[in-house]
């Protein structure tokens, strides 16, 4: 049941309904209720491990609280074993076979949907409890809500639990307001979705799937990927936190305009947030504040000097953590050198942080000039394109050629897609609404990146003027949408 239906739209709607109907003590239960209907629906092969998860690390808070010193390995150990032997099992029996020239047969194995992000929600919800930033919670069915609450199962935020709880599980008054909020943050993510997402998503796969007779298209691939990945991704986190917002439930923000970033580390703190803090407070704090890395920065010390003893181990830090990052995003080795690129660039930055500001005081360039604050942005926006051949490509190999055929045989055409393919069968129509629904959101990430919430300021307007911006929402979805209200899922929903 993708996000992207009328099943789903009607089971949320259903969902709402009833949650302001019954009483409110009982609201919870009914979110819990749902969101099992809601992952039974996607397969029932797959609540095993939610279960199986939910119970681990439910007792493991439990252990952890009660001080023993073997409840976080054991526990980390069982959640992460499960995620590791589902998604990485075939990929380190392909290179064993590669390496050794063996011929284990690889397995078939379930891949349950959404079991990064609850995984890493529950490791996260262990470890706070380890670190005695919350209390485990002592009811297993308000916790197995914690990680299975229906809209941000599939594709987060990944969320926090001292942040999260408190929302979750309190009892809620019908607000029209807030439904129209909801709405409207579900609207605008469907247009993204639908409008550019998909749109984008004939181009892109087209291109990639056949780039060795499509030679020279990888920037115009390379392009519409970098559309369609935040089109699909931040859409469909609208449309969980507009879901969220109908049920009274505060989700963490996950995307704030990074395309405005001005560096690849400032670009990982507005792209997919709540990866990006959690990696920061599980992964890289434990690491570069750990004893082995306290000595080997002491060694930096003493032979290459202060500043760059300094950095080093930040920038290790950095690269182990960006390495775990490319791992997660799935198993295979154009994933790895996609994350290790990011890793790379954010960590000697860091060792080169003194020299570009000396640079920068000597060329007379301040913090607000205002050309080399588009050049920042344009210089990361080009950054950030490299490594999405690396993680669209389905190989390194494919990855390269892309990029050296985009420089010494660049072709520009609309006309690569199949018209039979595009919802209204032209191209030109096809490409044209992916630009009009790329204007649509530069106007509204400028907007944003200025200080102007557009949610906000719609919700102060009259009534029939945020009914007029729903319908004109709805409409485009019709218009120009790819194929609104189609069977097609989002591309986290995977992970």
Request: proline share 3%; with cysteine.
């Amino acid at each position: 049941m993708s996000f992207v239906s009328v099943e789903f739209l009607a089971f949320t709607a259903i969902c709402t309904a009833g949650y302001y109907l019954i009483p409110k003590r009982a609201q919870w239960v009914w979110l819990l209720i749902f969101s099992y209907i809601y992952y039974l629906v996607q397969g029932p092969q797959y609540i095993f491990f939610i279960l199986f998860a939910t119970a681990v690390t439910y007792l493991g808070g439990l252990w952890a609280e009660s001080g023993s010193k073997a409840a976080v390995p054991v526990t980390l150990l069982l959640d992460f074993g499960m995620l590791a032997a589902v998604k990485y099992t075939n990929f380190m029996i392909g290179n064993l076979n590669g390496l050794f020239g063996t011929e284990i047969r690889e397995m078939r194995l379930l891949l349950p949907l959404g079991i990064s992000f609850y995984t890493f929600q529950a490791t996260g919800y262990l470890l706070d409890v380890h670190w005695k930033r919350v209390r485990a919670e002592r009811n297993p069915f308000r916790f197995a809500l914690f990680l299975s609450f229906f809209p941000q199962i599939l594709q987060g935020p990944i969320g926090r639990y001292g942040r999260l709880a408190d929302s979750l599980y309190a009892e809620k008054e019908f607000d029209m307001e807030r439904i129209l909020r909801g709405l409207y943050r579900i609207a605008w993510g469907f247009f993204k979705k639908i409008v550019i997402a998909d749109n984008a998503a004939l181009y892109v796969n087209t291109i990639f799937d056949n780039y060795a007779t499509l030679r020279g298209y990888g920037i115009l691939g390379v392009l519409m990927y970098s559309a369609q990945l935040y089109g699909d991704f931040s859409g469909g986190i609208d449309v969980v936190l507009g879901i969220a917002e109908m049920l009274g439930v505060s989700l963490d923000e996950n995307f704030r305009q990074p395309y405005f970033a001005v560096s690849i580390t400032d670009f990982w703190h507005r792209w997919h947030i709540t990866l990006g803090t959690w990696m920061k407070d599980y992964l890289f704090y434990p690491i570069s504040l750990s004893r082995w890395m306290g000595r080997f920065g002491k060694w930096c010390k003493t032979h290459m000097g202060k500043s760059t003893g300094r950095a080093m181990p930040i920038c290790v830090a950095n690269v182990i953590v960006f390495l775990v990052v490319g791992v997660w995003h799935g198993p295979a080795w154009h994933n790895i050198v996609y994350g290790l690129y990011n890793g790379l660039i954010i960590g000697i930055s860091g060792l080169l942080a003194k020299n570009y500001r000396e640079a920068r005081k000597r060329l007379g360039i301040g913090k607000d000039t205002r050309w080399f604050y588009i050049f920042q942005i344009l210089r990361t926006f080009v950054l950030v394109n490299i490594s999405w051949y690396f993680d669209r490509a389905g190989s390194v190999g494919q990855a390269f050629m892309m990029m050296k055929d985009s420089i010494l045989h660049f072709a520009f055409s609309i006309n690569v897609v199949d018209a039979g393919a595009c919802w209204s069968g032209s191209q030109t129509v096809t490409f044209c609404a992916i630009l009009i629904g790329c204007a649509v959101l530069f106007v509204h990430s400028v907007m944003e990146e200025r200080g102007v919430s557009v949610g906000e300021a719609l919700c102060r307007k009259p009534l029939p003027v945020r009914f007029a911006v729903l319908l004109l929402l709805v409409l485009s979805l019709v218009l120009i949408g790819s194929e609104p209200l189609s069977q097609g899922g989002f591309i986290y929903a995977n992970f």
